[in-house]
């Protein structure tokens, strides 16, 4: 099975700091993924990367940036946190076999305050 | 523009009835769709998925219904249990490759 692993689960950060989301996937997967999930808002796609170096930015990449240097993983930055930034980030890696579309890590709950 | 909608934010359903859960969309160019089942705390789960050539598709307790026509599809759960209280998304595939999610229902089974 696909893994996908984001490497924290719950973080909390001050307004202004320079924040990274760490994601590896384990199946060498050509496309990686950047959500944010908020009640009421469901799941909004931040950026998306094809392939290591190259990224694409979503519907809503506004305070935030991505590095995909290696296959594997692919970061999430917040270049200065703002309390509106507060919320569950999901990371996605792209599974198409048997229809099964993107496998998601755990999240990471993020707190900024 | 909200291009997949979930009109109910919230379902309630007694154990071992029928869940039927709806999702719209507006964007003609999906040719896929897909539904994930979430526990807080967790990322989605995929539960199940149909291609824009077929109108239905089952997995065990799980079926998708897709009306293009209509821009409409469903997804039933037969029958209902206590583990499949969780928050579902509806989730469509097409031109960039992200996947475009609903705002997701918050499905309730009452024993």
């Known amino acids: 099975d696909v893994k996908v692993t984001q490497s924290s689960r719950y973080l909390v950060k001050r307004t202004g700091e320079k924040v990274f989301l760490e994601c590896v996937q384990d199946?060498?997967?050509?496309?990686m993924f950047w959500y944010r999930q908020d009640p009421g808002l469901g799941l909004r796609l931040i950026y998306f990367?094809?392939?290591?170096?190259?990224?694409e930015k979503g519907d809503i990449p506004e305070g935030y940036s991505v590095s995909r240097e290696k296959k594997e993983r692919f970061s999430l930055i917040l270049e200065s946190a703002s309390t509106n930034q507060t919320s569950m980030y999901l990371c996605?890696?792209?599974?198409?076999?048997?229809?099964?579309?993107?496998?998601f890590g755990s999240g990471t709950r993020l707190t900024v305050v | 523009d909200q291009q997949v909608k979930q009109n109910s934010p919230s379902l309630s359903v007694q154990e071992g009835r029928i869940s039927i859960l709806n999702c719209d969309y507006t964007n003609s160019m999906f040719d896929y769709f897909l539904w994930y089942k979430k526990y807080p705390a967790e990322g989605p789960t995929f539960l199940i998925s149909i291609s824009s050539i077929k109108d239905k598709n089952e997995d065990g307790r799980f079926t998708v219904f897709l009306n293009k026509s209509a821009k409409h599809l469903s997804l039933h759960i037969v029958p209902s249990q206590p583990g499949d209280s969780a928050v579902y998304f509806c989730a469509a595939r097409g031109g960039a490759d992200g996947l475009t999610f609903g705002k997701g229902t918050h499905l309730i089974i009452q024993p």
């Open positions: 990367s094809y392939d290591v170096k190259m990224k």
């Open positions: 996605a890696s792209k599974d198409i076999s048997r229809g099964r579309g993107y496998t």
């Open positions: 199946m060498d997967h050509e496309n």
